[in-house]
């Protein structure tokens, strides 16, 4: 038997328009939205609370926020946790914010002039693992990629850090005819990041060298025409926790495939398909009845939690490559259904894994979490059953 997953709490209402991105640090679930506002969510709460009596806004742009990227860290030889923040807004800026030691009322501006003001897309941060360079990754309208040098400078228990931004180089996309990157994920392992095109291709990079390391192509036969626009677009890609595996969400029509792909070898190792009565499922098969929007590993890298258009997540176990749960997101699954049925979309927009020990409440410590968000501007949060 499957894993099943259990809902524990929701906020309805939670942003005033679409839920678009989705961050997890230790202390906080961060969302963002078309309203503008970053939301924080409070990880250490019990199951039974009111989300909403805890939560945190913060206005970013009035443009409206489509993705967040967070890094956490503790400063080496200090006790003082830095937590950055790079939101990406619809009139093509970047804003950096940052807070210390999981409080909130040094929420402050990252000063970073005029370098990331307009045309930019996607962010993503590399924290290196043996505590070295660390870095900040922004995609271009113009199919390039800025890779910033990013450095961080504190003092023993002070609430007082420093920020720098430096450019260090650009990732350019030979042969892709300045397709629009419109996905990104950055490899917690190795120093590789994986970029989305709108042409369907997916570069996997070395940041280090920067350079090009595999071009994993679209096999989408309908895609028309050298430097035009895919059906096939990678609409999200995402790293396993190892580094070993790139997942890659594309659009098929109105549907989503998921491929998988093995990153030291450069090859295509499968994909995740849902059984169907189709004589055409082995060329075909689809993931969602949707477009995909969504990815995420497991801390062990185990699972794949998948989310899209079709208004559910579906979590597939990597060894047997088969779902082991569906989970069917809906307007009732909320306490408070007073909804304008204009807006009552449960689109699920994002999904992500929630570690072990992050959660307050029973079972925190022994089982994972997911944590959802949808375009009925709601959040849901669930636990992994059994196990308390």
């Not at 503790?74 to 030691?101: C, H, Q």
């Not at 260090?168 to 990041?193: E, I, M, R, Y």
């Not at 895609?223 to 096939?232: I, P, V």
Request: proline content about 2%.
């Amino acid at each position: 038997m499957g894993k099943q997953y259990i809902s524990t709490v929701s906020a309805a209402k939670a942003h005033e328009l679409d839920v678009l991105g989705l961050a997890i640090t230790n202390k906080y679930t961060v969302t963002v939205s078309s309203d503008g506002y970053a939301n924080f969510w409070d990880n250490k709460q019990d199951e039974a609370h009111d989300p909403n009596a805890f939560v945190v806004k913060k206005f970013i742009s009035k443009y409206g926020v489509h993705h967040v990227s967070v890094y956490e860290n503790i400063m080496p030889s200090t006790k003082v946790k830095v937590v950055l923040l790079a939101f990406a807004n619809f009139d093509g800026s970047i804003v950096v914010k940052s807070f210390v030691n999981d409080d909130l009322s040094t929420f402050a501006d990252v000063d970073t002039g005029n370098e990331f003001k307009a045309s930019f897309w996607c962010p993503g941060f590399y924290k290196n693992p043996l505590g070295q360079q660390d870095f900040l990754f922004a995609t271009h309208a113009s199919g390039s990629t800025s890779v910033y040098d990013l450095k961080i400078n504190s003092t023993e228990n002070s609430i007082d850090i420093s920020v720098s931004i430096e450019l260090a180089g650009k990732l350019n996309a030979n042969g892709t005819d300045n397709s629009f990157p419109n996905s990104l994920s950055v490899s917690k392992k190795d120093k590789q990041v994986a970029i989305g095109y709108t042409n369907g291709d997916v570069i996997l990079y070395d940041f280090a060298a920067m350079k090009p390391v595999y071009t994993f192509h679209s096999t989408d036969l309908q895609q028309t025409g050298k430097g035009s626009a895919s059906s096939s677009i990678p609409r999200v890609v995402e790293f396993s926790p190892g580094g070993s595996i790139l997942a890659v969400a594309r659009d098929n029509q109105s549907s989503g495939t998921i491929t998988l792909y093995d990153v030291e070898y450069g090859e295509n190792i499968g994909s995740l398909t849902t059984p169907s009565h189709s004589s055409k499922n082995k060329i075909g098969g689809f993931a969602h009845d949707g477009w995909v929007m969504g990815l995420s590993f497991d801390s062990e890298g185990k699972l794949l939690a998948s989310c899209g258009f079709d208004k559910c997540v579906r979590i597939w176990n990597l060894e047997s490559r088969e779902r082991e749960a569906t989970i069917k997101v809906s307007i009732s699954d909320l306490e408070d259904t007073e909804h304008d049925e204009s807006v009552d979309q449960s689109v699920v927009s994002g999904v992500q894994f929630i570690e072990r020990g992050i959660r307050g409440g029973a079972g925190g410590d022994s089982n994972e979490g997911l944590c959802i968000i949808s375009f009925d501007r709601a959040i849901r949060w669930y636990r992994e059953a059994g196990g308390i």
